[in-house]
C-alpha cells in the first residue's frame, strides 16, 4: 500500500496533547494520529447509518433524510443479530 503525506490545520492544544500523549505510550505521533483515525474509520463503519448507506452514493437530500429517520428509530433489540450461518464455497 502506497503511504503518502496529508496536511491539515488543528488547535495548537490538541496538537500539545497529541504530542504528550504520544510520547507517553513511546509513539511517535505518526503513528498515534494512525492509530486515532483507523479507531475512529472502524466506529464510523461499524454504525448503522454507513452500512445501510455506503454503497448507495447517488442517494438524493431527501432520501438521506429519509434512511436517517429510519436508522435514529431503531434500537438496540432491531440491531441485534436474529442469526447467522457461514457458507463456504
Known sequence: ??????NFKMDET???DMRHVASVYHMT????ISEAISD??????????????SCVEDADEEETAEILEA???LDD?????????????
Do not use: C
Open 14 to 16: 490538541k496538537i500539545s
Open 71 to 73: 436508522v435514529n428509530d
Open 40 to 53: 475512529y474509520l472502524h466506529k464510523m463503519k461499524s454504525d448503522p447509518f454507513y452500512r445501510l448507506t
Open 29 to 32: 505521533i505518526t503513528d498515534f
Open 77 to 89: 433489540d432491531d440491531l441485534a443479530i436474529a442469526s447467522s450461518k457461514r457458507f463456504t464455497v
Open 1 to 6: 500500500m502506497a503511504v503518502k503525506a496529508l
